[in-house]
């Protein structure tokens, strides 16, 4: 690996995983995509799932923000591949996609729960009495704009045909991001969309409903980036009278946001992006999204 070097003990596993997976054509596919796990060099090291069309490239980007857990131990089981499914189904339009896995979590998590000791995990908000949701935001933005410049410089991608996909506190990130109006960034879609949700595992337990919306609108300020937010009726964690009230300060700041509330999903409507069961239901909106900025 280049760049910051990971921990030694993860070395033998990075070997492992760094292998790549063809996908063979199916009837109806129009492009055969290939699998693979990166170990990412960057200024935090972190492992990602890639999946992309078969071929030398450049592709179009698109970066996929998974969301957090607050807990410790949850973080450290978190799933190496996310979204496998949607990722896919934009591997399978022509685009590169990197699902990275956040400092803190699985395999990077520096685990020793008798010590209390977990990963680096930098995107927390703090205390409710006073989160502080900017910046747990703008950090997860960052490592968007180190995973672009990293495939920008190796030449793997399109450098400024760039989609960034994030649910729930990845979402957030992703307005967060737009608030800074990376060039390369064309466009961006959120599922789900937040921070502070189900406080205390309560549904509909929110950190400082009020903050999070204010701070909605001051992204909304400076944001021109055009954008898609997606959210189900029956999430407990960002419901619709919540994701509502962030759309309306969103866009009364000048913010670019198309907002759309799909029916109820299963029994949590929260993770309906992890579903392969949802693709029918949200990749039209996406299709005709994405078919709209070119």
């Given at each position: 690996m280049r760049g910051p070097a990971a921990v030694v003990r993860y070395l033998p596993i990075t070997l492992y995983l760094l292998v790549a997976f063809v996908m063979p054509a199916r009837a109806g596919d129009d492009i055969r995509i290939q699998e693979e796990i990166w170990a990412l060099p960057l200024?935090?090291?972190?492992?990602?799932?890639?999946?992309?069309?078969?071929?030398?490239?450049?592709?179009?980007?698109?970066?996929?923000?998974?969301?957090v857990s607050l807990n410790p131990t949850d973080r450290s089981f978190f799933p190496l591949?996310?979204?496998?499914?949607?990722?896919?189904?934009?591997?399978?339009?022509?685009?590169?996609?990197?699902?990275?896995?956040?400092?803190?979590?699985?395999?990077?998590?520096?685990?020793?729960?008798?010590?209390?000791?977990y990963g680096p995990f930098f995107s927390t908000v703090g205390k409710c009495t006073n989160p502080n949701f900017r910046d747990a935001g703008l950090a997860v933005a960052k490592v968007d704009l180190w995973i672009i410049d990293y495939l920008a410089a190796e030449k793997r991608i399109v450098p400024k045909d760039v989609i960034v996909?994030?649910?729930?506190?990845?979402?957030?990130?992703?307005?967060?991001?737009?608030?800074?109006?990376?060039?390369?960034?064309?466009?961006i879609i959120i599922f789900a969309g937040g921070?502070?949700?189900?406080?205390?595992?309560?549904?509909?337990?929110?950190?400082a409903p009020d903050k999070l919306v204010e701070q909605t609108g001051e992204f909304g300020r400076t944001s021109r980036v055009p954008m898609l937010w997606i959210y189900i009726e029956n999430d407990t964690f960002f419901g619709p009278a919540l994701s509502k009230r962030?759309?309306?300060?969103?866009?009364?700041?000048?913010?670019?946001a198309e907002y759309h509330l799909m029916p109820p999903f299963g029994n949590e409507g929260h993770f309906f992006i992890g579903s392969p069961d949802a693709i029918p239901l949200w990749s039209p909106l996406v299709a005709a999204f994405l078919d709209s900025r070119k």
């Amino acid at each position: 690996m280049r760049g910051p070097a990971a921990v030694v003990r993860y070395l033998p596993i990075t070997l492992y995983l760094l292998v790549a997976f063809v996908m063979p054509a199916r009837a109806g596919d129009d492009i055969r995509i290939q699998e693979e796990i990166w170990a990412l060099p960057l200024p935090l090291p972190m492992f990602a799932y890639l999946v992309r069309p078969v071929g030398e490239g450049p592709f179009p980007l698109v970066i996929m923000n998974h969301g957090v857990s607050l807990n410790p131990t949850d973080r450290s089981f978190f799933p190496l591949v996310e979204f496998r499914d949607a990722a896919k189904w934009f591997a399978k339009r022509g685009y590169l996609v990197v699902a990275p896995v956040g400092t803190g979590y699985g395999a990077s998590a520096i685990d020793i729960p008798e010590r209390g000791i977990y990963g680096p995990f930098f995107s927390t908000v703090g205390k409710c009495t006073n989160p502080n949701f900017r910046d747990a935001g703008l950090a997860v933005a960052k490592v968007d704009l180190w995973i672009i410049d990293y495939l920008a410089a190796e030449k793997r991608i399109v450098p400024k045909d760039v989609i960034v996909v994030g649910q729930s506190a990845g979402g957030w990130a992703s307005i967060a991001l737009s608030s800074v109006n990376p060039p390369q960034v064309k466009a961006i879609i959120i599922f789900a969309g937040g921070r502070g949700g189900r406080v205390g595992g309560k549904p509909n337990n929110n950190c400082a409903p009020d903050k999070l919306v204010e701070q909605t609108g001051e992204f909304g300020r400076t944001s021109r980036v055009p954008m898609l937010w997606i959210y189900i009726e029956n999430d407990t964690f960002f419901g619709p009278a919540l994701s509502k009230r962030m759309h309306e300060a969103f866009t009364a700041a000048g913010g670019r946001a198309e907002y759309h509330l799909m029916p109820p999903f299963g029994n949590e409507g929260h993770f309906f992006i992890g579903s392969p069961d949802a693709i029918p239901l949200w990749s039209p909106l996406v299709a005709a999204f994405l078919d709209s900025r070119k």
